[in-house]
C-alpha cells in the first residue's frame, strides 16, 4: 500500500519507540520567539541540562514588539523585560537571533520560510500554533507547548503518538476575487473547529497546486482553527523555486539532490486517509465570519445562520449580531492587514490593487503590518507604500501586532475589526474587540468603503495581482 | 510534576463549548517569564465585568461552586498553543479538567503540567453538568489507575496514553525519558537518509 506526504516524512524521523506509547521524533529546525520560551530556557538552567543542538534553533522577536518607533527603546516594561530575556538566552546559548531591527526580523512563520529555512520533508516545531504554516513546504511543522520547547532544547526530539491523517481536497477553477484565505476560512466552516484535532491534514487538488507558495503558507496556517495539529501540501515545482536561491537554501549540486528527495514526498496513488473531505472550487466565495471562532463563517452574501445551541448564541450576543441578518453595510471602524495568516507580498499587492486611485473612509483607522522587515522593504521597492499613502494609510513595522494584541495595537472595547488574521475569539485583538476575519481583498475593501460591502459585485471587473 | 493517583472533590461547572486558550489567559497576561501568577488571571476576562468588577453569574465567582476539578463543554482548550493556559488552571487549583473533547496541543500541555484532562461521552457531561447545577455537593472521584471518573451511582472510564498515565502517576516528566535516549538520537543524527 503507498504511503501518504505525511506518512513518509514523519517515518524519516522517527528514532524509537515506546512499547505502547509515544514515539521518539526527530526535530530539524526549532523555532523560538520572546513569549513562550523564557520558561523553558529556565527549566534546562535549574536542571543543569545544555542545549542541545543550538545550530538548529532560530529565534525571532515578534509577539510582543511595537509597531511603531521600532529604534526607539521600548516603553512597556514587561514587554521590553521579555525581549532582553530572549537576547540574552540567545546568546548565552548560542542560538541565532533575528532581533528588533535586524534586517531579517518578523513574524516567525513569514520570516523563516523567506529566509529559505523551511525545506520539503522537514521536522519543525515552535511554540506557536500557527507553526503549521511551514506545512506548505511539505513539513511536518506543528505547535508545540513550553515544556515542549525544553524538550527540543533538551534533546531535539518530542514524544510524540502519530496521528492520524486527514486530506482536504478542492478541485475545479477559483472564482476571481476568491483568495487562498477564502478557500481555508470556507473549508473551516463547512468541517468545523474540531473535525480535524486528532489529525495531520493534507491539502490536495488543483486549486493548491495552482496556488503560489504565500497562499498555500495562508492555508496550511489556519490549519489548527479546525483542530489539526498540522497542514501540508505536496511539494513541485512552486515549491522548489520558492526556496531556490534564497539565504539558507542548499546550494549548487545539493539543492539538485534535495530536490530529487523532495519530488519522492508526494503522497502515492492509493494511500489511504483515515477521513476524507472533498469541495468544489466553484461552490467558493469571498468569507467572513460573524462569531467568535473561526468555523462561524459565511459567504460575505450570505446571512448568519440560525442556531438554538446556547454557545452560538452566546457568540452572537458578543458580537452583537442577529442571526439571520447579513453583515453587508455593517459600518466598521478598524481593519487589519497582517498576522503570520496575511502579511506577505502577495497580500499587500493584492490590498493594494484594490486600493489604488481610491480612498481609505475617514471612519477607518487601518493597521497595514507587514510579516517582516524584508517584506516592509519590497513594499516600498514595489511602489506599494505609496499607493498605501496616497490613499490615506499608513504602513507600520513588522510583528504579530493586532492580531493578539500583546503589544499596543489593540482594537477598543466593542469595536468591529475586519482583519486578515486567524482568530475572532472574544477579546483576541483588544478586551471587548469583535474580530471579523476575511481576506485581504475585503479588507481593503472594508477599508475603502468604511463598511462590510459586497465584493463579490464587483468581482467581474476586479482587477488582481 | 506533581503526581496523580486519585481525587475526590466537588466541581465546578463551565457550560460552554469551544473553550479557547486565549479565555483561559489572554494575551495581555502573557509577558511574565517564569511561570508564577497566572492562577490570577484564569478566565480574567469571564471572571471580571468590564469596569474590572467580579462578575458574579460566572461560575468560578459563584459561591455555591468549589472544587479542583472543572467540567467544561465541548472542545476545550482549542486555539493557542499557550502552556500558559495550564499554568493558569493549575495556579487556580485545578486538577481535573472533564469535557467530552480536547484540543490537541491543550490536551499535551496539560498532561505535562499534572493537570488531568479527562474526556467523557457527551451523555455523561450532560449528567456531570446537570448533577454539579443541582447538587453543587456532589462528589466526583477521579480514579487515575483504574481510568475512571465517578459520581453518587454513576461512573464512566476514561482513555488515556499508558505512557502519560504513568508519567502521571509517577510525576515524571518527557525530558527525563528523552535525555535517557541521547545516545540513539546521536545515532540517528549520524545515519539519517533524508
Not at chain 1, 213 to 239: F, K
Not at chain 1, 251 to 259: P, T
Not at chain 1, 280 to 305: C, L, Q, R, W
Not at chain 1, 310 to 325: I, P, T
Request: net charge negative.
Amino acid at each position: 500500500m503507498g504511503k501518504t506526504l505525511f506518512d513518509k516524512v514523519w517515518d524519516a524521523h522517527v528514532v524509537d519507540s515506546v512499547q505502547n506509547g509515544p514515539q521518539v521524533l526527530y526535530i530539524d529546525k526549532h523555532l523560538i520567539h520572546e513569549v513562550t520560551s523564557p520558561q523553558a530556557f529556565n527549566e534546562l538552567e535549574d536542571r543543569g541540562i545544555h542545549v542541545f543542538r543550538p545550530n538548529q534553533i532560530v529565534a525571532t522577536a515578534d509577539h510582543n514588539t511595537p509597531t511603531l518607533n521600532q529604534d526607539l527603546p521600548i516603553k512597556d516594561e514587561l514587554s521590553r523585560k521579555q525581549l532582553e530575556q530572549l537576547s540574552e538566552n540567545c546568546a548565552k546559548n548560542n542560538i541565532t537571533l533575528y532581533e528588533l531591527g535586524h534586517k531579517y526580523n518578523g513574524i516567525v512563520h513569514v520570516m523563516v520560510p523567506e529566509l529559505g529555512i523551511t525545506q520539503p520533508g522537514m521536522t519543525m516545531v515552535c511554540g506557536d500554533s500557527h507553526t503549521s504554516t511551514h506545512g506548505a513546504f511539505g513539513t511536518i511543522a506543528f505547535g508545540i507547548g513550553t515544556s515542549q520547547v525544553a524538550q527540543v532544547f533538551a534533546s531535539q526530539c518530542l514524544l510524540l503518538s502519530k496521528p492520524k491523517s486527514l486530506r482536504v481536497t478542492v478541485n475545479g477553477k477559483l472564482k476571481n476575487g476568491v483568495l487562498p484565505k477564502d478557500v481555508i476560512l470556507y473549508i473551516i466552516s463547512k468541517l468545523g473547529t474540531n473535525s480535524g484535532t486528532g489529525y495531520f491534514c493534507e491539502y490536495a487538488g488543483d486549486v493548491f497546486e495552482n496556488m503560489s507558495m504565500e497562499g498555500r503558507m495562508t492555508v496550511c496556517n489556519m490549519s489548527i482553527e479546525m483542530g489539526a495539529r498540522g497542514g501540508m501540501i505536496a511539494p513541485d515545482e512552486t515549491t522548489f523555486n520558492y526556496v531556490k536561491g534564497r539565504e539558507f537554501a542548499p546550494k549548487g549540486d545539493e539543492f539538485d539532490k534535495k530536490v530529487a528527495y523532495w519530488k519522492t514526498l508526494p503522497t502515492d496513488e492509493g494511500a489511504a486517509f483515515n477521513q476524507e473531505y472533498f469541495f468544489d472550487a466553484e461552490d467558493i466565495e469571498p468569507m467572513v465570519t460573524y462569531g467568535t471562532n473561526p468555523g462561524m463563517g459565511i459567504k460575505i452574501s450570505e446571512s448568519i445562520p440560525m442556531d438554538d445551541n446556547a454557545s452560538f448564541k452566546k457568540s452572537l450576543e458578543y458580537m452583537n449580531f442577529e442571526a439571520g441578518e447579513s453583515l453587508i453595510n455593517k459600518p466598521i471602524n478598524y481593519v487589519f492587514i497582517g498576522s503570520c495568516t496575511n502579511s506577505r507580498i502577495e497580500d499587500f499587492r493584492v490590498a493594494a490593487g484594490f486600493i489604488k486611485g481610491k480612498q481609505k473612509a475617514n471612519n477607518v483607522t487601518a493597521w497595514l503590518v507587514p510579516g517582516s522587515k524584508q517584506v516592509e522593504a519590497q513594499i516600498i521597492k514595489e511602489g506599494l507604500k505609496t499607493i498605501f499613502e496616497d490613499a490615506g494609510f499608513q504602513l507600520r513595522q513588522p510583528g504579530c501586532s493586532a492580531c493578539l494584541a500583546m503589544n499596543d495595537d489593540k482594537i477598543p472595547q466593542g469595536e468591529y475589526c475586519v482583519s486578515t488574521s486567524n482568530r475572532n475569539f472574544e477579546g483576541r485583538q483588544g478586551q471587548g474587540s469583535r474580530t471579523i476575519l476575511a481576506s485581504p481583498l475585503v479588507a481593503a475593501a472594508t477599508a475603502v468603503a468604511g463598511k462590510i460591502v459586497d465584493v463579490t459585485k464587483d468581482i467581474e471587473t476586479l482587477e488582481l495581482a | 510534576m506533581e503526581k496523580f493517583t486519585t481525587l475526590t472533590s466537588r466541581a465546578i461547572p463551565l457550560d460552554i463549548e469551544n473553550v479557547d486558550t486565549d479565555q483561559i489567559i489572554p494575551a495581555r497576561f502573557l509577558k511574565a517569564t517564569d511561570k508564577k501568577g497566572f492562577g490570577d488571571n484564569v478566565f480574567r476576562d469571564w471572571r471580571f465585568n468590564k469596569a474590572g468588577e467580579l462578575n458574579i453569574d460566572f461560575s468560578l465567582n459563584n459561591q455555591k461552586y468549589s472544587g479542583s476539578i472543572l467540567v467544561a463543554g465541548d472542545n476545550f482548550g482549542c486555539g493557542s498553543s499557550r502552556e500558559h493556559a495550564a499554568w493558569a488552571l493549575v495556579g487556580y487549583g485545578f486538577r481535573v479538567i472533564v469535557s467530552s473533547f480536547f484540543a490537541d496541543i491543550f490536551k499535551g500541555n496539560a498532561l505535562n503540567n499534572g493537570l488531568l484532562p479527562v474526556q467523557v461521552s457527551e451523555g455523561f457531561l450532560k449528567t456531570l453538568l446537570e448533577t454539579i447545577k443541582t447538587v453543587p455537593e456532589t462528589q466526583i472521584e477521579v480514579n487515575l489507575e483504574a481510568q475512571t471518573i465517578s459520581m453518587s451511582n454513576k461512573s464512566e472510564s476514561f482513555d488515556i496514553d499508558s505512557y502519560k498515565k504513568t508519567c502521571m502517576i509517577n510525576g515524571y516528566d518527557d525530558i527525563d525519558y528523552l535525555l535517557s535516549k541521547k545516545e540513539q538520537i546521536e545515532a540517528f543524527e549520524a545515519e539519517k537518509t533524508y
